[in-house]
T-cell receptor
Framework: DTEVTQTPKHLVMGMTNKKSLKCEQHMGHRAMYWYKQKAKKPPELMFVYSYEKLSINESVPSRFSPECPNSSLLNLHLHALQPEDSALYLC???????????????????FGPGTRLTVL | ELKVEQNPLFLSMQEGKNYTIYCNYSTTSDRLYWYRQDPGKSLESLFVLLSNGAVKQEGRLMASLDTKARLSTLHITAAVHDLSATYFCAAKTSYDKVIFGPGTSLSVIP
C-alpha cells in the first residue's frame, strides 16, 4: 500500500466550531507532515512528527493542534479558526527524517489528496 | 535560511516544443525534489535528486542537479497538453524541513 489517505475531502466550519482532520498511511513511514496550501501558492510546512513525537512546529497558531496517536495516524485538531485559515491542508509521510534515512536514501514525501477547508 | 526560486513562474508553450524550468536554491541542500500539481489536486512526486550531476528521466521530463551552482533544471521535451500543471521544486534543509519554490504554472497549447 503506497497511499496516504486523508479525511474528510471537504470541510466547511464556522469560527466557533471544533473539527479534526485525519491522515493515515500504511507504508511503515516514521515521519509525517502537515502542510497548508493557499490557492496558487506553494505548500507551507506546519508540523513534522518523527517516531510519533513532534519534531518541528513552524510557529503555527495554537488554534491548530496536531496529534500523532500511532505511527500510522496523524490528526490535526481545529478550534476557533479564522476565515484566513481556509486552504487546502495536505498530509505527507516519508520513511525517515533527514539523515536518519541515510544521506544516500531518497526519503521522498508522499502526499495525501488533501482536505479543502472553508472557514465561514 | 534556505530560499528556493523558480524561473519562469508562468510558461505557455506550444505542443511539440522543448523548454526548461530552472530552480535555484540559496544554501547547501542534500536533496532536491520536483513535484507536479494539477488544479485542485495534491502533489505528485516526479523526481528526487541527491548528488551533483544527477540526471533522471521519466517520459518527456528530465531533471538534473548541479549542487555547485545550486541549480536544478526540469527539461520538457516535445510538450503535450497532458503536461499542463504547476511544477514545484523543493529543497531539504539541514534541519529536515522541505522548502518549496513558488511553482511554475505550465500551459501547453495546441
Amino acid at each position: 500500500d503506497t497511499e496516504v489517505t486523508q479525511t474528510p475531502k471537504h470541510l466547511v466550519m464556522g469560527m466557533t466550531n471544533k473539527k479534526s482532520l485525519k491522515c493515515e498511511q500504511h507504508m511503515g513511514h516514521r515521519a509525517m507532515y502537515w502542510y497548508k496550501q493557499k490557492a496558487k501558492k506553494p505548500p507551507e510546512l506546519m508540523f513534522v512528527y518523527s517516531y510519533e513525537k513532534l519534531s518541528i512546529n513552524e510557529s503555527v497558531p495554537s488554534r491548530f493542534s496536531p496529534e500523532c496517536p500511532n505511527s500510522s495516524l496523524l490528526n490535526l485538531h481545529l478550534h476557533a479558526l479564522q476565515p484566513e485559515d481556509s486552504a487546502l491542508y495536505l498530509c505527507a509521510s516519508s520513511q525517515e527524517l533527514g539523515l536518519a534515512g541515510g544521506p544516500g536514501t531518497y526519503n521522498e514525501q508522499f502526499f495525501g489528496p488533501g482536505t479543502r477547508l472553508t472557514v465561514l | 535560511e534556505l530560499k528556493v526560486e523558480q524561473n519562469p513562474l508562468f510558461l505557455s508553450m506550444q505542443e511539440g516544443k522543448n523548454y526548461t524550468i530552472y530552480c535555484n536554491y540559496s544554501t547547501t541542500s542534500d536533496r532536491l525534489y520536483w513535484y507536479r500539481q494539477d488544479p485542485g489536486k495534491s502533489l505528485e512526486s516526479l523526481f528526487v535528486l541527491l548528488s551533483n550531476g544527477a540526471v533522471k528521466q521519466e517520459g518527456r521530463l528530465m531533471a538534473s542537479l548541479d549542487t555547485k551552482a545550486r541549480l536544478s533544471t526540469l527539461h520538457i521535451t516535445a510538450a503535450v497538453h497532458d503536461l499542463s500543471a504547476t511544477y514545484f521544486c523543493a529543497a531539504k534543509t539541514s534541519y529536515d524541513k522541505v522548502i518549496f519554490g513558488p511553482g511554475t504554472s505550465l500551459s501547453v497549447i495546441p
